[in-house]
């Protein structure tokens, strides 16, 4: 590497190398330069937010240098490399991750106590970077920090919004959403403002003969620009440091367009400087929902092309061939939000490049691999035909020649189907006309792949189906969802995580989460099992204070926490959570003051945010607070039923939650939960799962055994009848779920108009997600963890299971795969300095 530096300056460079503090003396030092020189403050005016920002100014420094070495090998060594591409990484906090992945949060501790602060407290100053909405965007996190604990060459590319997932707060029970502005100080990020890529909207398409040859070109007629910004990923226990590489838009040619600002037109430059920066100002705060809206649109092609400019400008440094690229680069497309790159690609191989179509196509669809999270069919990508001629009007015409080659081929090796042409075009033929973005991914990638085998197993035989015959089973595989042991354990449940590590011969267990099977051994261990039931208990007390804190209902710690927590939508079902806690309420209203003391004390926890467009969503939000507010004052109950939501679930939220949880809901309709990530969240920190058979609740199931989980509900092969039966046959109401209704039809939550279209959603509009239909199981395996509840012993005794067997949940074993059997990559280890 150091052979690049001219030999008359290599000594002076190589003399005065950076060495990074590895003790808590070198810490301190950094520390106090921080505080003194980067922040411009002294010593008698160090409060916790500077003694934040200089800590992770000083694990920055530390960081980065290890990020230059790693970029420096991997550009030396010229290897293939991986890139990500996700409009969200939802990364949490980043301090409390660096110092445990870089493995000195103990020298960090002790340097900080000795200047005054408890590391606790300092590690709560950060702002969590909300940049994705719930599952989608955190798996792209947990898969950074495996490919730089895997020592995999790989970037993640996004947006760097301005805004991520909205704040929420709970005002008379209902959601207000307040605007999230976190880059107020970001230690964690490093402008390159020599790193701009200008970006084209709109304009024309004219054809140009060039040597004989025509070829297109796109006038533009806006132009925005994209300015880096790196995020350093630092990989747990390696110097491996990759990059995170989010682009932020503003309006090109400098601050404004200096002919109109000199002719007078003040105004309407600083307005062009506006709209270029609106591009990247607010992250779309859905979740499984497309709502097609121009300035999405604009979202995706301003990154994707950003990005794609980039990964191009670094394969030509090694001047390569063109066949060469996908020997040299592989593309993920995380969902459908990125499919414009294999149109971008295909143009700047041709338009740019002069390589002939088939050529360039075949160096397409061997670099992408396309992910599919869901099959919901409101949360499909499609976009008007219209509104892509508008904006990218050379892309809608390679889309529709993408489209033409594909149909001839189908027409071709199905000549008898006419029906097949109509229902694989890449554009629906509706009115107005669409293209169908999941459709164009799969015909511009070489692999498609689902997140849990029963998702994977879905999409096969439904809205992909055509295309398994076509392609053959082959280009679709499976690859389950896993999370990393890192955040998820060590730094969420550090205790647990010791204890662990106590029995697993040290902290390897989190390079390789298999070894937790050598808990197994220890099942039996009554001391084990004490310290394990210790831990939890103290995990329900931070909990519960946090509750008091931010709620002011005080719970007992000792009841059994039962959670939900995830985003608010009708198909994950918390309608059914809080239909069945009413359920409980009624219960326990109808004993007499014998029989409740015989009951087993409960606080059910919701969290999570409703799409602020979501109207029933907010509905469910607010029943879920109206019972709370009714439940938690009455005196009968006490503390055999709390009801508590909380308030702004978010990464850091879910950290403390998920070690104190005694059971987590994972109740989504059959078939309609691609995978779930926060189920293995849960059980890898030792709680139980009431759960469908969905997603990844399957495996899950598998692997930790049937004895160790509470399944219920109908199966997803049943689910189409049984809509069906709604709709034309006669439709029935459970009848404990017809008494919750009457319930709250007799205003004992509240003016029950406000709740009328939730009952309605079951009682008269076909109960879509089969609420009614699993009422009744539901109610009853809530009896089941009740009952398992009370032998406490035997209670640890699963956890315990369910813990030694969750080796596989890892999102490492993920990211092997991925290398393995779609990107053809290997890692690429840097020496430890
Ligand atoms: C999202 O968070 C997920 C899927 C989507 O299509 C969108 Cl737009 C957002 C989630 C799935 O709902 C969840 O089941 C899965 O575990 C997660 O993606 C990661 O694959």
Redesign the pocket.
Known sequence: VEASIPEPQREAWKRNQITSFTDKDGFEKEVVRHVETTLARSMFNCDEIAAYSATSLAFRDRLITHWNRTQQRQTYRDTKRVYYLSLEFLMGRALDNAMLNVGLKNVAQDGLAELGFRIEDVVKQEHDAALG?????R?AACFLDSLATLNFPAWGYGLRYRYGIFKQEIIDGYQVEVPDYWLDFNPWEFPRHDVTVDIQFFGQVNKKTVGGKTISVWEAGEIVQAVAYDVPIPGYDTPTTNNLRLWSSKASGGEFDFQKFNSGDYESSVADQQRAETISAVLYPN??LERGKELRLKQQYFWVAASLYDIVRRFKKSRRSWNEFPDQVAIQLN?THPTLAIVELQRILVDVEGLEWDNAWEIVTSTFGYTN??VLPE?LEKWPVGLVQHLLPRHLQIIYDINLFFLQSVEKAFPDDRDMLRRVSIIEESQPKMVRMAFLAIVGSHKVNG?AELHSDLIKTTIFKDFVEIYGPDKFTNVT?GITPRRWLHQANPRLSELIASKCGGNDFLKDLTILNQLEKHVEDKQFRKEWAEIKYANKVRLAKHIKDTTGVVVNPASLFDVQVKRIHEYKRQQLNIFGVIHRYLSLKAMTPDQRKKQLPRVSIFGGKAAPGYWMAKQIIHLINSVGAVVNKDEDIGDLLKVIFLEDYNVSKAEMICPASDISEHISTAGT?????SNMKFVLNGGLIIGTCD?ANIEITREIGESNIFLFGNLSEDVEDLRHAHTYGSHTIDSDLDKVFNEIEKGTFGTPHDFSAMIAAVRQHGDYYLVSDDFHSYIETHQLVDEAYRNQDEWIAKCITSVSRMGFFTSDRCINEYAEEIWNVEPLVVDRH
């Not at 909405?133 to 965007?137: I, S």
């Not at 939960?673 to 990530?677: D, H, P, Q, R």
């Open positions: 909405n719930g599952g989608l965007g798996l979740d499984n969902d999270h869901t949360a997140v969802n939960e691609a995978s779930g990530t997603g």
